[in-house]
T-cell receptor, first 113, second 114 residues
Framework: AQSVTQLGSHVSVSEGALVLLRCNYSSSVPPYLFWYVQYPNQGLQLLLK??????LVKGINGFEAEFKKSETSFHLTKPSAHMSDAAEYFC???????????FGTGTRLQVTL | NAGVTQTPKFQVLKTGQSMTLQCAQDMNHNSMYWYRQDPGMGLRLIYYSASEGTTDKGEVPNGYNVSRLNKREFSLRLESAAPSQTSVYFC?????????????FGPGTRLLVL
């Protein structure tokens, strides 16, 4: 069964520091991968997605993620954190089964001054 | 465009009561979904509707029923609420069920079952 693992339920970075949120997936077939962001008391918003093509994917708000098949990873990065980046981030994957989007447990990002 | 809207925003129920959560989208999407979000568990799919007139079970369907009223609306019903159904419920929609499609989420309904 497909699973998505996010390492670290809470990550704290200083404003201006690198943001790295980790996501690994387990699957015997190439998955389709997504990162969503959830701001407090709001729904989820798509940050970026990998389906086919270039393995380095750029998203909104300066975030990007790299699909590494050999490491079964899809880590999310941003070179310089901003206070407005404080939110919960979810990695998700499709395995090809129609409509079945599997989410990780989420990582809450805290940005400090 | 309002996107995906959900009502109510917040609800308190007593064990055994019933209620219906409403969801509507104005993006002319074919597919709609209901998820629940619990601390430390991410989002889990309850039911989905690939197209008008069809519904299918997701990962955690027990205790819930759904209705795809028309292309715009997809409701979730709790017939006899239990404390284990205390959660935040999200509705989402997408153009189709292809992996290329992005799911768009509503703002959520916070449900507390006492």
């Amino acid at each position: 069964a497909q699973s998505v693992t996010q390492l670290g339920s809470h990550v704290s970075v200083s404003e201006g520091a690198l943001v790295l949120l980790r996501c690994n997936y387990s699957s015997s077939v190439p998955p389709y991968l997504f990162w969503y962001v959830q701001y407090p008391n709001q729904g989820l918003q798509l940050l970026l997605k990998y389906t086919t093509g270039a393995t380095l994917v750029k998203g909104i708000n300066g975030f990007e993620a790299e699909f590494k098949k050999s490491e079964t990873s899809f880590h999310l990065t941003k070179p310089s954190a901003h206070m407005s980046d404080a939110a919960e981030y979810f990695c998700a994957a499709y395995t090809g089964t129609a409509s079945k989007l599997t989410f990780g447990t989420g990582t809450r990002l805290q940005v400090t001054l | 465009n309002a996107g995906v809207t959900q009502t109510p925003k917040f609800q308190v129920l007593k064990t055994g009561q019933s209620m219906t959560l409403q969801c509507a989208q104005d993006m002319n999407h074919n597919s709609m979904y209901w998820y629940r979000q619990d601390p430390g568990m991410g989002l889990r799919l309850i039911y989905y509707s690939a197209s008008e007139g069809t519904t299918d079970k997701g990962e955690v369907p027990n205790g819930y029923n759904v209705s795809r009223l028309n292309k715009r609306e997809f409701s979730l019903r709790l017939e006899s609420a239990a404390p284990s159904q205390t959660s935040v419920y999200f509705c989402a929609s997408s153009g189709g069920t292809s992996v290329q499609e992005t799911q768009y989420f509503g703002p959520g309904t916070r449900l507390l079952v006492l």
